[in-house]
């Protein structure tokens, strides 16, 4: 899943099995702190692009079967070998990472969700590389999932992303529903934006239960897991739309009362899927 600051998504660290946790957070202190070298600080773009290269170089000595000096690779370096990792979904994130140094605009939804497949995707595809449920059916699914959660972070963040002068809409729906980039939250554009965040709104969720049969494929804890996951996403989307779609005045986030629902919900999950959406 998304990389991003999980406060939707705790739950992950508690239903994970134990032989698998080192493994787990050996992957996500490598991706939090890419993350933190492109997006956090002061440094300049060219540091932030050089530190992110240095990173690269130490994952080129891991797939060469090196050893490495620095603590956290020399983890992850255990991890890959114990487990039979791949490498490349990594680059993909460093790749990811590195897109956010230089492009703050995406002018398509399909720019936007080649930047997901690579900023969110790999993390899933690890995960099912971690539980040896790696197939077609089940990679098409989690990359529908890890997707969908990175589409439904931007739509919560709008108003945090806009403070730093970065918009993860596509330029073409403002464009559709004529809305200024310059003028997102400005209130004569809230009909507008409204209307636009709908269909946001929408598009994230069709795509979350387009992937949401391999939480119920998936059997023990990470099926439980990832059906808590997607019930928090979809828990988000169902607050946005409570909301009236003002994310600039009520930023959603899950409170100790939505995982209560979330727990009840992922518990009642397939006659959920039937009973709402019509899913088999």
Request: hydrophobic residues 45%.
């Amino acid at each position: 899943m998304s990389v991003d600051h999980y406060e939707n998504f705790p739950v992950a660290s508690i239903l994970l099995p134990g032989r698998l946790r080192p493994a787990v957070e050996a992957i996500y202190a490598f991706a939090r702190s890419a993350d933190d070298l492109a997006d956090e600080g002061d440094a300049s773009p060219e540091q932030r692009l050089a530190a992110l290269s240095a990173y690269e170089a130490e994952l080129a000595r891991i797939d060469a079967g090196a050893d490495s000096e620095l603590p956290m690779f020399a983890r992850l370096a255990q991890v890959i070998r114990h487990y039979q990792l791949p490498v490349k979904p990594l680059y993909e994130l460093l790749s990811a990472f590195k897109q956010d140094v230089l492009v703050s605009r995406y002018q398509t939804y399909d720019g936007l969700l080649d930047y997901c497949s690579r900023s969110a995707n790999p993390v899933g595809y690890l995960m099912l590389h971690l539980y040896d449920a790696v197939d077609e059916e089940n990679v098409r699914d989690a990359d529908a999932i890890c997707t969908a959660l990175q589409l439904i972070n931007f739509l919560q963040d709008v108003a945090i992303d806009l403070h730093k002068e970065r918009i993860y809409l596509p330029l073409e729906d403002l464009n559709r529903f004529a809305i200024s980039p310059a003028a997102l939250d400005h209130p004569s554009a809230r009909p507008r934006w409204r209307s636009m965040m709908k269909f946001e709104v929408e598009r994230s969720r069709a795509l979350m239960l387009s992937g949401a049969p391999l939480a119920l494929r998936l059997k023990g804890r990470i099926g439980f897991e990832l059906r808590m996951v997607v019930q928090g996403g979809l828990h988000i989307l169902d607050a946005i739309e409570a909301a009236e779609y003002d994310v600039f005045l009520h930023r959603p986030k899950l409170g100790k009362r939505d995982w209560l629902s979330i727990f009840w919900s992922a518990i009642r999950m397939k006659q959920q899927l039937r009973a709402v959406y019509g899913l088999a």
